[in-house]
């Protein structure tokens, strides 16, 4: 089993970002996705999360209006489209994928975003 996220990296503030988080060795369509983050000195936070069928979304309020969370079921993918960032989106941002049906839960590894000038 494994989610690995891409698209991390260092942009101004107001930029974008595009977050990516393939996943393999179990049934994508099965499970519903989030994106975690964690900044320096604080507690992981729910971003954005996504049914299994990508007909339903929620989003922290600090990232309402913002960010946008996707999936594509035919390539075992979730993404997490970032407008507007701030400098207060600076964390480690993390896949998490979680079965309907049952309790298994998987983190990706985690990929980082810094917002600065």
């Known amino acids: 089993v494994q989610l690995v996220e891409s698209g991390g990296g260092l942009v101004q503030p107001g930029g974008s970002l595009r977050l990516s988080c393939a996943a393999s060795g179990f049934t994508f369509s099965t499970y519903a996705m989030r994106w975690y983050r964690q900044a320096p000195g604080k507690e992981r936070e729910l971003v954005a999360g996504i049914s299994s069928a990508g007909s339903s979304t929620n989003y922290a309020d600090s990232v309402k209006g913002r960010f946008t969370i996707s999936r594509d079921n035919t390539k075992n993918t979730v993404f997490l489209q970032m407008n507007s960032l701030k400098p207060e989106d600076t964390a480690v941002y993390y896949c998490?994928?979680?079965?309907?049906?049952?309790?298994?839960?998987?983190w990706g590894q985690g990929t980082q975003v810094t917002v600065s000038l």
């Open positions: 998490n994928g979680n079965y309907v049906y049952g309790f298994k839960n998987y």
